[in-house]
């Protein structure tokens, strides 16, 4: 910030020789135990530039003005919220890709090297896969919970009453888990639902690159772990909330323009056939 120049007293002379300084008589000077107002202690024997009684000019100070820092008050300062206070419907928040592939790596990691420390007693592929589905449950009941919430109160809006339904046909809820899970949690919709010519309660959930194994290389010995057990679990626990128990596992089914391609083979309790059974009748 450039400060205006004008006319003004320099306070230090340019010349070279060193300024003599009038000195006053001490017995022009008052008494310190004399009692004086502020304004008539000011002598008027000193000069009028450092006179702080003396009158203002138009004239540019001869000193830069002091810059003090703003206060800011307390009530200004934005504090975060609660949690509980943000809008429910709000547009749903991404987390980074990077992010999440490394904190999924390394979590792969952890588990293969506890694996590894554990030597003679350490646990087989399956129960790798099984703390992975573990994992993800935890995931898949929370992931539940917020998408029902969200529908209800979207449907509720919508229609003026209490909105949202809950499915209570096999078909009608895996494909709420093939759609609005799955493109809420993994940001697009699976790839494919089919259903099983050979069991009646078996239905498969196909999905070409899964977001879990697309950045995860395993060791050429535990080149069988299926680290997409992880979004198996998730499966599982909508499921299960949703009161269709299942039993949901992973398994890589490649192909020439798909080397990644995941089918989660998801086989239903009997009893969840028989209630479907007895609705379509």
């Given at each position: 910030m450039s400060i205006p120049r004008g006319p003004s007293t320099p306070i230090i002379p340019s010349s070279k020789g060193v300024p003599q300084i009038p000195r006053t008589p001490?017995?022009?000077?008052?008494?310190?135990?004399?009692?004086?107002?502020p304004a008539s202690a000011?002598?008027?024997?000193?000069?009028?530039?450092?006179?702080?009684?003396?009158?203002?000019?138009?004239?540019?100070?001869?000193?830069?003005?002091?810059m003090t820092a703003p206060t800011t008050s307390s009530s200004s300062i934005r504090k975060p919220g609660s949690i509980y206070e943000r809008n429910i419907n709000?547009?749903?928040?991404?987390v980074s890709l990077n992010a999440f592939a490394f904190l999924f790596s390394e979590l792969v990691q952890y588990l293969l090297?506890?694996?590894?420390?554990?030597?003679?007693?350490?646990?087989?592929?399956?129960?790798l896969e099984t703390r992975l589905n573990t994992l993800g449950y935890h995931v898949g009941q929370r992931a539940l919970e917020l998408v029902t919430i969200r529908e209800a109160t979207a449907g509720a809006s919508a229609k003026g009453a209490a909105g949202g339904r809950r499915e209570n046909k096999i078909l009608g809820i895996l494909e709420f888990v093939h759609t609005h899970v799955w493109k809420m949690v993994f940001g697009r919709a699976a790839d494919g639902l089919e259903k099983s010519r050979?069991?009646?309660?078996?239905?498969?959930?196909?999905?070409?690159?899964?977001?879990?194994s697309k950045y995860v290389s395993v060791p050429r010995e535990n080149s069988q772990l299926s680290v997409a057990a992880y979004a198996a679990?998730?499966?599982?626990?909508?499921?299960?909330?949703?009161?269709?128990?299942?039993?949901?596992?992973?398994?890589?089914?490649?192909?020439e323009d798909h080397p990644l391609r995941t089918v989660f083979l998801i086989k239903f309790d009997q009893a969840v056939i028989e209630r479907d059974q007895k609705i379509a009748a």
């Open positions: 001490s017995s022009t000077l008052p008494h310190p135990t004399a009692a004086q107002s000011s002598s008027s024997t000193f000069p009028s530039a450092l006179n702080p009684n003396a009158q203002l000019t138009n004239s540019a100070p001869d000193y830069p003005p002091q709000r547009r749903t928040p991404e090297r506890q694996r590894k420390e554990a030597g003679a007693n350490a646990g087989s592929l399956p129960d050979d069991e009646e309660n078996e239905y498969m959930i196909i999905d070409n690159e899964p977001v879990v679990g998730i499966i599982e626990a909508v499921l299960n909330g949703a009161k269709f128990p299942a039993k949901v596992s992973a398994h890589t089914v490649e192909d």
